[in-house]
């Protein structure tokens, strides 16, 4: 892991205004001055119940909700997102090839062959078969599709990725094998996560340093080993015991 920085969030505020019929609605404040770097090659973890604000960070993150105080540096071009439930994020009408070739042929810059050669080339990065290429998402299994998120996330070639709660919806054995995917793909193509769970033990798997967040608001951070060995607040022990 290099010292180069991939993001830094900066004393970030935001939040929400609720609707009203006569005029701006009450404004309810969700995140309150959040402050981290993410550098290259590293995984940053963030835990917190839900209701806390990961989605809302998240979101400010990929440019969705502009923070009210504070700023949002990217140092690479903006992350690419692996989403908790792939099927959702998926066309459902369209096979493999064309959700992976799609994205290509609107970028513009391949010609068909480079796209088809592309194409094939990401599949085996996920360690998908090419007999994947003519299905379509419902034929694929939760861990195929997860697999497939994953190709569509990479095919813009990013140094960022952030994802939420990419393994919840699966099973031990197949979140094993997504769990070494990721990790395997971030040491040959030198990515950096945020990876947002609420599942403590996936996050000391893969994490190399983890964010605590309660009630919009960073409470503790450090390594894996020290969050997890010598907790210093009062709620990432109760995190801690909830998993355990």
Partial sequence: MSGELVLSVRHVKCGYR???????????????????DIRRGEILGLVGESGTGKS??????????????????????????IFQDPYSSLNPAYPVEWI?????????KYDAGERKRRVREMLD???????????????????????????????????????????????VTIQAQILKLLKRLGAELELSYL???????VVYQLCDRVLVMKSGRIVEQGTVEEVFDHPKEEYTRQLLAAGE
Avoid: W
């Fill in 56 to 81: 809302t960070l998240a979101k400010t993150i990929l440019g969705m909700v502009k923070p009210e105080e504070g700023e949002v540096i990217h140092y690479t071009k903006r992350p690419q997102m």
């Fill in 100 to 108: 992976l070739e799609e994205p290509l042929r609107i970028y513009g």
């Fill in 195 to 201: 990876f947002i769970s609420h599942d403590l033990n």
């Fill in 125 to 171: 990065l996920v360690e998908l078969p090419q007999e994947c290429l003519k299905a379509r998402p419902a034929q694929l299994s939760g861990g195929q599709r997860q697999r497939l998120s994953i190709a569509v996330a990479l095919l813009q070639r990013p140094r960022f990725i952030l994802a939420d709660e990419p393994v919840s919806a699966l099973d």
């Fill in 18 to 36: 609720s609707r009203s019929l006569i005029g701006r609605g009450e404004y309810k404040e969700i995140l309150h001055d959040v402050s981290f």
